[in-house]
């Protein structure tokens, strides 16, 4: 029998990518978006789902339900960037990507653990970031938002056991996306002390998202880890530098590794 998928943030990027492929892989895959919009780039159903509200995800899985029958696997994708220094970045935009990134992950697994505890199986795959090993500047709010969900998965993993559900987290680096059109940006203001500091990171930002894996690589990563029957719980998918500064920070002074980080990122 064909698995059935559920993938959330699908109409673009590397939730898209996911879904074209676990569809040529012969399973069964339903993406959502906020507002749907098929097109000849997407070859399975696009529902509507907005993970801030409840009641689409709770629509959005029954419609799923009353066609299948089941759910097997949740790649919970759908997330927010944002981008900005900590003391000028707006506290309720802060709070908005918490709540897409983090509380809406968790509301979304809420609502399919049920009948994955009915069927005695399934499967649950949390999208992170590298960005979540490491408190990146100007890009904290996102980092703690990955890594909040890296802990909470962890958690959900252990609960969940007994019932038959495999939980993991899936990092990836930096891939060739169009993240940052949706991205919220804290504007560059004239009289900001982190004028300059912050305008050279956002363009460092977005040109290692240009010049990012395609997210195929992902797509690939994330079929095979469906197909073990005994994955692990963390993965990260980047390139070398990107996992290699996971493992700097592991066996670094903090300080020393906080200057790396500096250096790189020019401050």
Known sequence: MSKVVLVT?????????????????????????????????????????????????ETAIQTILNKENRLDVLINNAGKGITGPIEDTPTEEMKKVFDTNFFGAIDVMKSVLPTMRKQKSGFIINITSIAGYMGLPYRGVYSATKGALELITEATSMEVKKFGIKVVNVAPGDFSTNIAAGRYHTPVFENSAYKENYQLNLDLIDSHVDSGLHPNIIAEKIYNIIQSKNP????????????????????????????????????
């Open 9 to 57: 943030g699908a109409s673009s990027g590397i939730g898209k990518e996911v879904a074209n492929f676990l569809v040529h892989k012969g399973f069964t895959v339903y993406g959502t978006s906020r507002n749907p919009k098929k097109t000849d780039a997407i070859n399975f159903e696009l529902i509507a789902l907005d993970v801030i509200k409840k009641e689409t995800i």
């Open 232 to 267: 692990k719980l963390h993965y990260k998918v980047a390139d070398f530098m990107q996992k290699f500064s996971i493992v700097l920070k592991r066996v670094l002074p903090d300080r020393v590794y906080e200057r790396l980080l500096m250096n790189h990122y020019k401050l």
